[in-house]
Structure formats: C-alpha cells, structure tokens
C-alpha cells in the first residue's frame, strides 16, 4: 500500500465492511485502465484446474519429487455438498511437474484450505474426507501399498513425527467463518447455539489408535489473559492450528464473532504447551490473521501491535518476545512459508490494479525482494456467501529454491510452481 492507501486503510480497519466496500470501489476505479502487465522473477509452470489451498503446509514430499494437489470437477462456482474433488499428486522433478496421480476423492473441502491433504511421514498423504457412516473423518493413504485407513476424526495439521493431528469443529468453523469449514457437514456436536460451550475447542487425535481428546475448551480460553470487551455476548471458535516444529506447541487462532455479524471477527494467536499443558497468548490487539512456524520454533505472523498491522516475528513459543519484520516496506496482510529459519516468502491481497505480489523476505536484515505480479481478475472476487477467491498462498519445497501458489491469472485457478533463485 501506498501512504494514502495506508492512511484509508487505517481509518476502516476495524469495520470489515466498511473495508470491503471501500476497496471494491477503488478497484472499480482502476477497472477502467488497461490491464498490467503480468511479471515473474522466473518461469511460471502452470496446472489448470488443479488447486492446494492454505501455506501453512508444504505440498512437496519430503524429498521433493512428488506435488500434492487437488483437482477440480466443477466450473467456476461455489462448491456444494454434492460436488466432488479429486485428491492427489504430480510426479515433480527441479520445477518440472509431470502426470497427475489420483488417489481418491472427496466431498469436504473448500476453495480456501481444500480437504487439508498433506503428506504423513514419506510415503502416506491424508485428507479429510465423508466416512462410510457420513461423518466427517480423514482418509490416510499409503501410496506404494495403496492401503487406505479410516480415521473416525477430522484434520486439520499433522504432528512432525506423523502420529498426531490437531484438529477442532468443523461444523462451528463453518457457521462462524463460511468458507472454512465444509459444506454438509453431519457431525452432531456443533453445540452451535451456545456461544463458548464446554464440550469443544481444540483437540488432539491419535492417528495410530483412533482417539482423540480435547486439550482446552472454549469456554476454558476465555479465561486464558484478556478478550476484547463484550466476548461474553459472541460465539467463539478455534482454527488454524499447526504444530511447531517440534511438536512440543500446538499454536491456533482463537476466534469469536457477533452471530449476525460473521464478517467482523476478533482474533488472537495462542500457543498451547502440550508438555506443561499450558497456554500462552500473543500481546497483539484483537487481529491476527495469518502466521507459521520455523524449524526453530519461532513464528512469523501477520497482526496488530498497538495499532500497527505488520508481520511480526515471534522468538520464542510463549510468544512473549517479538521483533516486527520489514515495516513499511510490507504493510498488508499476506500467506507466509518460510523458506530458511531467517527467510520467508509471503503474498499480498491483489491491489488496486487487481495485481497480487508475492516477494521474499530476510527476517535478518529487513530485506524484501520482489518475486511476481500477477493479475487476479474481478471475477474471481468472492461476494457474500461465495467464498471462491484465489490467494497465492504461497508453500515452499523443501529444498527451499521452488515456491508453489495457487493463481487465477491465467483466467482459471491453477496449481504453480516457480524458481525463487
């Protein structure tokens, strides 16, 4: 954002609607100019009508030679309870991507973080997916035995030493933040009507026996520090949670809205200490939005200090000590992956032009490199209750020389990967 932009931005900020509107506006305004240019550091290598969704897992095996994605059965509209998606993965090689392998499909996903699939050790993937009783559970796939294992409890990030997953009410996700939990859903204990009831929060499942139990409810996180004043009155929710990166913390977004008011959302970022069981939350005001870890249990996170929308590096899992990461020169929101523990790309929500950027980031030094411009076009905006837009969302391999992004700008959305070097 420019100055000016900033300056509006910082004026409508906490009106969700208010935001929205103005940005559509000025975006209609630009509408009228020629488009620009599309840039890339490097080739772009594009798979149309493929998608991954979210960046905070990487879609690359752990050697790199395979590629998660998830391929589309429909046109351009919002998903239903009936349309399927197809889960699997590319034959990948030095940013080459070869054949599409299916591997199953399902009925739980969305435009935003798909069906969650992520690889399970290094030769099994896992996804969520509608079990044979119609419940919402995960599929873990073995893709050298092709043996395929039910598990009786959605996902939403796999633990590093690939035994655990945490995981929360998709139903309550749903209904509270549309778009992000999945279409007939039915599961029977959204406990929707109660605003912070007892019997959800987050989870911890067991993919080896089944089970699962709860690590701290809703109701307990409102006691957890200090919520923004007239949390008693809204309906609250946990999502996005990762584990760190030695599965010690589980981290997620505690969330709570007003029921008739999903747009507007408070949020904070909690890390739960699995061994203390204890929980630590940031010292942001009431905005976080997106954020990961490092191999060196830090996270990066895009939210507010004070009254400074900015990414943010926390330095240690209590997520007391914190550094804010090249402020002005990135000041909106973005997807974050990291690519060394120092280094992180992340993406930028398309401008007024409808161009989105995705740059890389020195943690250490504050510097910022740009590494595309890609035009994200009006059609693929979403509007109420069509929640179908395309981020980059960007992942890195695991080698750290190719990022991979969803993108629209060659007029359909389209799994892609790029040289960053």
């Not at 004026?11 to 506006?25: F, G, M, P, S, W």
Request: proline content about 3%.
């Amino acid at each position: 954002m420019n100055k000016i932009e900033k300056m509006v931005y910082d004026v409508v900020k906490k009106n969700q609607h208010l935001k929205a509107a103005v940005r559509n506006t000025y975006q209609k305004i630009f509408d009228i100019l020629p488009d620009k240019k599309n840039y890339s550091k490097n080739p772009i290598v594009a798979k149309e009508g493929y998608f991954f969704g979210f960046h905070d897992i990487s879609p690359f095996s752990h050697d790199d030679t395979k590629l998660l994605g998830n391929q589309l059965t429909i046109p351009f509209r919002m998903n239903t309870a009936e349309d399927v998606l197809n889960v699997g993965y590319f034959e990948h090689f030095d940013g080459q991507v070869g054949d599409y392998i299916k591997v199953g499909q399902t009925y739980s996903w969305n435009y935003h973080k798909g069906c969650r699939l992520q690889w399970v050790g290094k030769e099994r993937l896992i996804y969520n997916a509608l079990l044979e009783d119609n419940k919402l559970g995960a599929k873990l796939f073995n893709i050298e035995t092709k043996q395929e294992t039910d598990i009786p409890f959605p996902i939403d990030h796999i633990s590093h030493d690939g035994v655990y997953a945490s995981t929360f009410n998709y139903g309550r996700l749903e209904r509270y933040m549309p778009g992000y939990g999945y279409a007939g859903i039915t599961q029977v204990d959204h406990y929707i009507s109660e605003k912070m009831p007892e019997q959800t929060g987050l989870f911890i499942g067991n993919l080896e026996t089944g089970q699962k139990e709860m690590l701290i409810s809703l109701m307990e996180l409102t006691k957890v520090g200090e919520l923004a004043e007239g949390f008693e009155e809204c309906f609250h929710y946990v999502t996005h949670s990762l584990f760190s990166s030695d599965d010690r913390y589980i981290s997620f977004l505690h969330r709570w809205v007003d029921e008739f008011d999903t747009f507007n959302r408070h949020s904070r970022l909690v890390s739960y200490d699995r061994q203390e069981k204890k929980c630590y939350v940031a010292p942001t005001n009431d905005m976080v939005s997106h954020y990961v870890w490092n191999d060196q249990n830090q996270i990066v996170a895009f939210c507010r200090i004070g009254d400074t929308d900015c990414h943010v590096l926390f330095k240690e899992p209590t997520l007391q000590d914190y550094e804010i990461i090249a402020y002005p020169r990135l000041n909106s929101d973005g997807h974050q992956s990291f690519i060394t523990s120092s280094s992180f790309v992340t993406d930028t929500y398309p401008d007024r032009s409808r161009m989105a950027n995705l740059y890389k980031v020195d943690a250490t030094t504050n510097e910022v490199e740009h590494l595309a411009s890609l035009k994200s076009f009006k059609q693929f905006q979403s509007q109420t209750l069509k929640h179908w837009c395309c981020d980059f969302h960007p992942r890195m391999n695991r080698k750290g020389d190719i990022v991979c992004f969803d993108s629209v700008h060659t007029g359909h959305r389209a799994l892609c990967i790029m040289k960053i070097d």
